[in-house]
């Protein structure tokens, strides 16, 4: 069983939807959790960060349900420059390699048509 | 801006041969990391280094080794490639105080024939 795992997609949606992802972890002990995102033959950048609480940034929201073991991702009003690969990243920190060590699931690729 | 710097978007070598894939950051971060990403297999930790001459194994590190000799290079080895070693390979770092935030460098696309 992968320890992060994403749904592939892809999630083809028009301008101005709204899309949620969702990523399970498999180990209940994960230290702390992010999104990155991946444009088209580019490298992956930090996106955000996901607390239990959940944040916001602009028009992304990201919770946590640790209960669950899942991360979720919800972008509103979706703009065509949203179309990219989010990758769901979790630190094991503890369990299993060190503090700067994280485990990315395999991303979930999204296509925003006009 | 942070930067990373790979040595080479793209590299052709034949089976056998061995072949040395460089990285250097700017930033002096501490830790530096090599990974491979594959269709539906996403990003796969080879190797990390979290100071010079320090290296870790992460999840794949069978056919490759590392070198870490300065804070702002960290070169991938493989000593005998195969064709199952062609692959994307990414080169990141990240600084100690934030740890989550990875930079990556743009990748070398390697092809093993």
């Known amino acids: 069983r992968k320890e992060v795992e994403q749904d592939p997609g892809p999630f083809n949606v028009p301008e101005g939807a709204t899309v949620a992802f969702n990523c399970t972890y498999s180990?209940?002990?994960?230290?702390?959790f992010f999104w990155y995102r991946q444009d088209c033959r580019k490298e992956p950048k930090l996106l955000m960060s996901?607390?239990?609480s959940g944040n916001e940034d602009g028009r992304f929201t990201a919770q946590l349900n640790r209960a669950s073991q899942y991360i979720s991702l919800l972008i509103r009003d979706s703009k065509l420059s949203d179309s990219a690969t989010y990758l769901c990243v979790v630190n094991l920190y503890g369990i299993r390699g060190s503090a700067r060590q994280l485990t990315f699931g395999s991303g979930t690729q999204l296509t925003v048509l006009p | 801006d942070v930067k990373v710097t790979q040595s080479s978007r793209y590299l052709v070598k034949r089976t056998g041969e061995k072949v040395f894939l460089e990285c250097v950051q700017d930033m002096d971060h501490e830790n530096m990391f090599w990974y491979r990403q594959d269709p539906g297999l996403g990003l796969r930790l080879i190797y990390f280094s979290y100071d010079v001459k320090m290296k870790e194994k992460g999840d794949i590190p069978e056919g490759y080794s590392v070198s870490r000799e300065k804070k702002e290079r960290f070169s991938l080895i493989l000593e005998s490639a195969s064709t199952n070693q062609t692959s994307m390979y990414l080169c990141a770092s990240s600084h100690n105080d934030r740890a989550y935030e990875q930079y990556f460098g743009p990748g070398t696309r390697l092809t093993v024939t």
């Open positions: 996901v607390y239990s």
């Open positions: 180990n209940s002990a994960s230290q702390s």
